[in-house]
C-alpha cells in the first residue's frame, strides 16, 4: 500500500509542480533510509506494532521493524485517517 500511497502523492503533486514531487519523493526516500538505519528513533505509531516518521508538516511514513529490515505500511497526508 505504501507504493500505491507514494504513487498517488506523486501525481497529485506534479499536476501542479513537477520539481516539487520529485523532491518530496526524494525526501520520502531519505526519511525511508534513515527509518532502516535508526527504526526505533522515530515515534511509536497510533496501530500497535508500528511506528510513524514526519516526512514533512503534512505526510508521515507509517513502518514497522521486522527481525532484518523495516517494512513501509503507509505514506499519508495527515489530514488522512489512520488507522
Request: charged letters at 30%; glycine letters at 2%.
Amino acid at each position: 500500500m505504501a507504493l500505491a500511497d507514494r504513487e498517488a502523492i506523486m501525481r497529485f503533486i506534479a499536476q501542479d509542480n513537477v520539481t516539487a514531487a520529485i523532491e518530496l519523493d526524494l525526501q520520502f526516500e531519505q526519511k525511508a533510509e534513515a527509518a532502516r538505519q535508526r527504526p526505533e528513533l522515530y515515534k511509536t505509531g497510533r496501530v500497535k506494532g508500528t511506528r510513524e516518521l514526519v516526512v514533512r508538516p503534512n505526510f508521515v511514513m507509517v513502518y514497522r521493524v521486522l527481525a532484518d529490515a523495516v517494512e513501509i505500511l503507509r505514506v499519508l497526508h495527515t489530514k488522512q485517517k489512520w488507522p
